[in-house]
């Protein structure tokens, strides 16, 4: 499973060596604190996506890995599980407009996310 970091100026998604070969991708997702428009929680996010895999790995509430292209730009999946919560962070100018991530931790990602920047530690708050 993913590892989850919040540093004070990002939001880091460290993938595992099956995710990154799943989602045909060789680096981590970094996002930018002052990218993120909105985070939510979602029992169920096979109700989020939108678009087409391009490219990446999907079994039907199952599994959704990698890159899923709409109209509109490219959002990236980390979605394990029929019965897990995810976090779903909508995004402003950066390489995907949407991330959906299923993690048992959610609402502590969502806390710490709303966390002033002064208030994390340095070296960044890991989540899972």
Same mark, same amino acid.
């Given at each position: 499973m993913a590892d @989850? #970091? /919040? #540093?004070p100026?990002? @939001? $880091?998604? #460290? @993938?595992?060596? &099956? $995710?990154k070969a799943l989602a045909l991708r060789r680096e981590d997702i970094v996002i930018p604190r002052d990218s993120i428009s909105s985070v &939510? *929680?979602? $029992?169920? !996010?096979? *109700?989020w996506i939108r678009? *087409?895999? &391009? !490219?990446?790995?999907? /079994?039907p509430l199952t599994l959704s890995v990698g890159t899923w292209k709409f109209h509109g730009g490219k959002d990236f999946l980390l979605i394990k599980g029929k019965q897990? &919560?995810? /976090?779903v962070v909508d995004i402003a100018g950066e390489e995907f407009s949407r991330v959906i991530v299923s993690t048992p931790h959610a609402a502590k990602l969502v806390e710490t996310l709303r966390i002033d920047a002064d208030d994390l530690p340095a070296d960044g708050e890991p989540i899972e």
């Open positions: @989850l #970091h /919040v #540093h100026d990002r @939001l $880091e998604i #460290h @993938l595992t060596r &099956a $995710e &939510a *929680i979602t $029992e169920d !996010p096979w *109700i678009g *087409i895999r &391009a !490219p990446g790995a999907a /079994v897990r &919560a995810a /976090v």
